[in-house]
């Protein structure tokens, strides 16, 4: 979860900066896309494993977000929600578009820089396994673990994002679990 998210007066300023973004001004928007630029090359990243394809589409995110702003309704959920959908359908766009598969050649930094060259490679290593783990697992079940423990999204939003019920939620994120759960158990024996 977004520790920033459960604050109500981080909410309450969320909420406002929606508003006056919606009528037009730029620098609330500019801090919405500050708030959530990171969280969403984070859920590209880990479903195409390309860190440039990765800062594209969260770019293209925006610029759909910024131009359909006025199609976002409060009241049939939260900003976060709605921005990961259309995250969403920036993904199923390019998967459309995809012609190969996109290989893992080049791995920049998903994490924090500032860190020691040993924890970062240790890190990057967790990285790209984690990325190879995800990849195991059909889409359904990729989009149900990134949106849970990647995006930091509950049972809800995940079951409203990906058009299933609460219960599929909970059924695929189990068996997905165990599915990564064995991939980790076999690349560890190997």
């Known amino acids: 979860m977004n520790p920033r998210m459960d604050n109500p007066s981080t909410q309450h300023q969320e909420d406002q900066n929606v508003k006056l973004a919606m009528h037009g001004n730029r620098?609330?928007?500019?801090?919405?896309?500050?708030?959530?630029?990171?969280?969403l090359y984070r859920y590209f990243y880990f479903h195409l494993g390309n860190?440039?394809?990765?800062?594209?589409?969260?770019?293209?995110?925006?610029?759909?977000?910024?131009?359909?702003?006025?199609?976002?309704?409060?009241?049939?959920?939260?900003?976060?929600?709605?921005?990961?959908?259309?995250?969403?359908?920036?993904?199923?766009?390019?998967?459309?578009?995809?012609?190969?598969?996109?290989p893992i050649d080049?791995?920049?930094?998903?994490?924090?820089?500032?860190?020691?060259?040993?924890?970062?490679?240790?890190?990057?290593?967790?990285?790209?396994?984690?990325?190879?783990a995800l990849k195991t697992l059909d889409e359904r079940s990729r989009a149900v673990i990134i949106y849970r423990f990647i995006s930091g999204f509950d049972h809800h939003e995940t079951a409203r994002l990906v058009g299933i019920s609460e219960g599929n939620v909970r059924v695929i994120q189990l068996r997905a679990l165990q599915k990564v759960k064995k991939f980790f158990a076999e690349v560890e024996n190997a």
């Not at 977000?65 to 259309?86: C, D, E, M, S």
């Not at 995250?87 to 996109?102: F, G, M, T």
């Not at 860190?115 to 990325?131: G, N, R, S």
């Open 106 to 132: 080049e791995f920049q930094d998903v994490i924090h820089s500032g860190k020691k060259l040993e924890d970062t490679l240790i890190i990057k290593q967790q990285t790209e396994l984690l990325y190879k």
């Open 27 to 39: 620098n609330a928007f500019a801090s919405l896309f500050d708030q959530y630029y990171a969280a």
């Open 51 to 102: 860190r440039q394809e990765a800062e594209d589409l969260a770019g293209v995110v925006f610029l759909k977000a910024w131009q359909n702003l006025n199609k976002f309704n409060p009241a049939k959920g939260t900003f976060k929600a709605w921005i990961y959908r259309v995250a969403h359908n920036v993904l199923i766009d390019s998967y459309r578009k995809q012609r190969d598969e996109v």
